[in-house]
């Protein structure tokens, strides 16, 4: 990434920045050099020798092994001399071999719905075609501890499910104690078990999208839709989704019945049980005798969901997140000024299935919990002119690192927030913060919104925003590397006039 010109920049006193900041042409030289490396990167991460880097996969531990290459080039060496930079674990992934089918089998005839527009086939289904009734059952949920039942009353065996996502109380508004009973049920593996425990042979999910978070179950077919389909399956009852959701939310009472339409979902999948998947590891020693031995961790998910089967690029989730990891990482190999602590850079895999890596990462650390003193996670950067910081209020003194490499190198607009941390986890900040690890976890927003799509391409990527990113966090690490004392403490409530 780093030409002099970047290096200099970043690292200079200030009078001597302004030397080379008036210099004509070199910023912008700069800047356009950095732009086209971190887009290349990008474009090797999602090209189709890769395959949407579906942890598991061979495509995958070839991307991996790719981003290996370049640590080694720089000189960041594996987490232990002389070893692999991949730590393995278990990864059983599905492969889906067609688009699929689903319809509506309609008096005059069939209604046939189209692939990524209306439908995309489930991306652990199991393969094979079947044609049933639909029923709706809200959430899919059956939790006799809360008194609630979406399938009390109603026969599902042999049909198959209409089903909403999460639960139907909100973590941002329910009281924690209350929300955490809840939680177990919003796991999309819970709901399609629960389904085929009561014998449903197939579901249809309300949540259009390309989703690997999700169980394989031999025979159980599924497909997630958009809404508009959803409606179409309401079509005549006097009901619609959202007020059938609004019941359910409002009262706690399962508002399930049959839909009296009758569907076809055709998947060909192709399962592997034996996958390994992989985190990647590579670090930067510290200078320091002592404070060498403590780290500070900086990386993101290196997977995405693969093809379904169409490939899945994942340009912004998260070819960029790790994008700006190489430029960090680079720059902080090169650089004059040398860290204390020692920077470990990560690329987690399994984040798309569930947060794999993440949890088999904290289950077998690198190094001890307690000498991770904090975690920059990247996670769909690359979108969009405004950054966001997630649970930046929740750490002050961390954010104020951050804020202060903006307010003095970029001056780009970063909102941050505050995480109760209390829904299912959705980026792997939130599981490392779950283990005590201060975490602050960055994307983008005011790009469009293509997620698991087959319009993640490189072309919407911001190239600007990433370059502003990897800068202020190479200031920021460099920053904390050097501290004398470095002990992040949470608050308990969000910070005030930030």
Known sequence: ?????????????????????????????????????????????????????????PEYRACADWVSSQFKKWGIEPPVHGFSYLRPFPSPYTLVLSPGEVSLRLEDGERTYIYEKDYFPGSNSASGRIEAEVVYVGYGITAPELGYDDYQGIDVRGKIILMEREVPLSPEEAPAEVFLKWKPYSYHQYKMKNAAAHGAKGLLYNYLTTNTNTPYIDGF????????????????????????????????????????????????????????????VGVIEGTDPKLKQEFILVGGHLDHVGRAPLLMPGANDNASGIAVMLGIAEALAKSPVKTKRSIMFIGIGGEELGLLGSLAYLAAPVVPL???????????????????????????????????ANDTFVHRTIRTSYTRNLGRPRTDAWVFMEKGIPSISFSTSGGPSYAHTTKDTVETITPEILVDLARVLTVAVLEMSNQTSLDFKASATPAKGR
């Open 221 to 280: 077919l599924f497909s997630q839709i958009a809404p508009h389909v959803t409606e179409d399956l309401f079509a005549g009852s006097g009901k619609t989704s959202e007020q059938m959701r609004a019941l359910i939310q409002k009262n706690l009472r399962p508002q399930s019945f049959r839909t009296g339409k009758t569907c076809i979902i055709e998947n060909k999948t192709e399962h592997h049980p034996e996958g390994i998947g992989y985190n990647l």
């Open 370 to 404: 307690e000498k991770t003193k904090a975690f920059i996670n990247m996670d769909s950067v690359g979108c969009g002119d405004v950054l966001h910081a997630a649970a930046a209020d929740n750490y002050p003194e961390f954010w104020q690192f951050i804020k202060s």
């Open 1 to 57: 990434l780093l030409s002099l010109f970047f290096v200099l920049t970043v690292w200079s006193p200030a009078s001597l920045q302004t030397e080379i900041q008036d210099k004509p042409g070199v910023q912008k030289m700069s800047q356009d050099d950095q732009s086209r490396k971190l887009l290349d990167y990008i474009k090797v991460l999602t090209s189709e020798s890769y395959g949407g880097r579906l942890t598991g996969t």
